[in-house]
């Protein structure tokens, strides 16, 4: 309610305008948070090498990524569970700890209908997308023959499999 002074018959509606600004690591589709990385074609072949930590909207907890002895190809995809963005309450608003209170101030209805039944959140997912950085300029006739020899024999696959 507002303007509930002497002298108003109506009350009028409190109208709040937010804007987003793009973020400079994460983009949002949804609540899912989409995050790209930079590795190297060195970084790519050698998965089991490839364990980083990536940041996070919680900057207490950053998220761990650990690949394996995967091959990574440029625009794989690694989903990290529930470490994106809150899911909204039927209402529109953001089902957060910190929300949860101030907006029961306001309205009498609001609650947070993705709760758990434990009263945990439910949250979107990180997709981190992996971009392979290629080698610079000319490689030299030794290193082509090395690379070519060490990559003999191995079975490949193609980055955009078709169904």
């Not at 690694?78 to 953001?94: A, E, F, K, N, Y």
Request: aromatic share 6%; glycine share 8%; charged share 20%.
């Amino acid at each position: 309610m507002g303007n509930e002074e002497i002298g108003y018959d109506t009350a009028g509606d409190l109208i709040l305008v937010v804007s987003l600004s793009p973020h400079f690591l994460f983009r949002r589709d949804g609540n899912d948070l989409l995050h790209t990385v930079e590795i190297t074609l060195q970084q790519a072949l050698t998965g089991s090498w490839l364990d980083f930590e990536v940041p996070s909207l919680d900057a207490q907890r950053p998220v761990k990524v650990e690949m394996g002895d995967e091959v990574v190809l440029d625009g794989d995809m690694h989903i990290v569970p529930h470490r994106g963005l809150p899911h909204l309450t039927s209402d529109g608003q953001v089902c957060c700890p910190s929300l949860v209170q101030l907006t029961t101030v306001f309205s009498s209805t609001n609650y947070c209908s993705d709760l758990t039944s434990d009263g945990q959140l439910h949250y979107g997912d990180m997709q981190i997308e992996f971009r392979v950085l290629m080698p610079r300029g000319p490689l030299s006739p030794e290193k082509k023959v090395e690379l070519f020899e060490a990559l003999e024999g191995l079975e490949w696959r193609s980055p955009n499999p078709r169904s």
